[in-house]
């Protein structure tokens, strides 16, 4: 069985950093790509925030996160990780790690059905 492991939320203030990881425990050649999803509190859907393709490292992004977060896979290690800068206190969320079987394009990446497994997630707090 697949597992997801995110790690490296947290609380900072906000205009700072933080990276997070996702550790994948099965051989990743069978997984098309990789995405971040957060959930905010207060009623809000999950909401997709950036993915990679794994074979290729074609990334997409949510047009609020373009610019201050990046998205890389390491093959490796089978790895997944998410650079965070100019964090807002709307950035504050669960983040979760997800995994897909589908080669995903454009908005089809935006659809948490379009993956296969997922992590526990980890809270990320930016106080302003």
């Known amino acids: 069985q697949v597992q997801l492991v995110e790690s490296g939320g947290g609380l900072v203030q906000a205009g700072t950093s933080l990276s997070l990881s996702c550790a994948i425990s099965?051989?990743?050649?069978?997984?098309?790509?990789m995405a971040w999803f957060r959930h905010a509190p207060g009623g809000k859907e999950l909401e997709f925030v950036a993915?990679?393709?794994?074979?290729?490292?074609?990334?997409y992004y949510l047009d609020s996160v373009k610019g201050r977060f990046t998205i890389s896979r390491d093959n490796a290690k089978t790895m997944v990780y998410l650079q965070m800068n100019s964090l807002k206190p709307e950035d504050t969320a669960v983040y979760y790690c997800?995994?897909?079987?589908?080669?995903?394009?454009?908005?089809?990446?935006?659809?948490?059905?379009?993956?296969?497994?997922w992590g526990q997630g980890t809270q990320v707090t930016v106080s302003s």
């Open positions: 997800a995994a897909t079987l589908q080669t995903l394009v454009g908005y089809n990446w935006l659809n948490h059905r379009n993956y296969d497994s």
């Open positions: 099965a051989p990743t050649f069978i997984w098309s790509g």
């Open positions: 993915g990679v393709g794994w074979r290729d490292g074609t990334t």
